[in-house]
């Protein structure tokens, strides 16, 4: 009996321990890629305040970055300069229950796709006609989960006009997977780890197989870039490999960083990382350059 307490007790402190909360102050940023930076905050369909910066280098896209679990607006700072000195604006979030953001707990990607939807509703209100997403990590599932999400009003299943592209950084293909891969081996994990399952269901408001961005990834119709480390063990390159196979979209790449873990790949190889992204940017403005040429 008391085995059986402590086997419940365990996956009930392990969600709570996965979900608590990650906010600390941002400071504020003046200026960014030689760009003013304006602070922004809204309320997503559940009513949780969240903030961001804002930095406008052309009226015609912006792109929004989402960084991974326990990153903030900061920590995409690099790759949204990189954008901003090609010429896109830029929207850096803090993802609820992170940085500036309200929030009781952190989502594993699936709450946070509320997050995703509001800002690109924010984006269409300032008036942008492209709007780019990146996402690491869990913010890279959270991208995926809001373009698959009917309810939302996005859905880019069959390429939304105004989703330009996605970037996808080290995204979990399976929750469940990517669980197993941060915890030590366990005997038969199914059984295991149930009690660690039914809590974090309910945290999250979700049953587990809802919570495959692999599997979403098919649907995707928007340009779709993928981006590994072959060393991460968190988010395995044959996992990502896989994703990108499933992918149906017109436009995807592939990309492998040598070395890379599951860390930040822009910081571990930028010169690998930055080529391929222009490459790849290269081929969606070439895209939607004869979209309009045919539509005129």
Known sequence: MIAFALWWF???????????????A?????????????????????GVRVSAWHARA???????????????????????????????????????ATGNSDGDAVGLGWTERLDVAAWIAFARAEGYASIGLHGQS?????????????????????????VAFVVLESCYADLFDALCHRLPFVPLP????????????????????????????AR??????????????RAPIAEARAMFEASEAEVKRFVRIPGGGHEDLWA?????????LDDFLATVDD??????????
């Open 190 to 217: 199914a059984l295991s780890l149930f009690p660690v399952v039914w809590f974090g269901e309910r945290a999250l408001g979700a049953p587990l197989e809802r919570l495959r961005p692999g599997e979403r990834v």
């Open 268 to 276: 571990h190889d930028a010169a690998t990382y930055a080529a391929a």
């Open 58 to 96: 052309s009226d015609e896209r912006v792109v929004i970055l989402f960084a991974g679990k326990g990153g903030d607006r900061d920590a995409n700072r690099a790759e949204a300069t990189h954008y901003l000195q090609r010429g896109d604006s830029v929207l850096l979030p803090d993802l609820r």
């Open 138 to 162: 869990l913010g890279a599932a959270a991208i995926v989960y809001a373009l698959t999400d009917g309810e939302l009003g996005i859905d880019a299943t069959g390429g939304a006009d105004d």
């Open 10 to 24: 365990l996956g009930w402190l392990t969600v709570t321990v996965v979900t608590m909360p990650l906010r600390n």
């Open 287 to 296: 895209l939607a350059a004869a979209g309009e040429s045919r539509s005129e």
């Open 26 to 46: 941002v400071a504020d940023l003046d200026r960014l890629g030689g760009r003013e930076v304006e602070d922004v905050e809204l309320r997503t369909a559940d």
């Open 220 to 233: 995707l119709g928007t340009p779709t870039m993928i981006v590994s480390g072959d060393r991460d063990g």
